[in-house]
């Protein structure tokens, strides 16, 4: 159970993180604030990643992989309220 746990939880990640950087090519191709506004929908509200890393963290806490997650984690939320602004 645990590796489908995992495999769901790396999916979801994945798949958290395709649709903020789609949100942003779509964006910035366009202009029009409807994809800027799903961006930071997931990014804040839905946060998708977040709740896939939480998933992971039960099985990994206190590992290497899951300090480098959190490190992550903290990254990319200060990159994203940076560089979009």
Known sequence: MTNIACGNAAKQLQNGSD???EQV???AMTGQSKYMDAYFEEAETKQSREKALDILKRYFDGTETQTARIKERVFL???TRH???
Request: proline residues 0%; without cysteine.
């Open 19 to 21: 649709y903020l950087t």
């Open 25 to 27: 090519r779509l964006y």
């Open 83 to 85: 560089s979009i602004m």
């Open 77 to 79: 939320k200060m990159q």
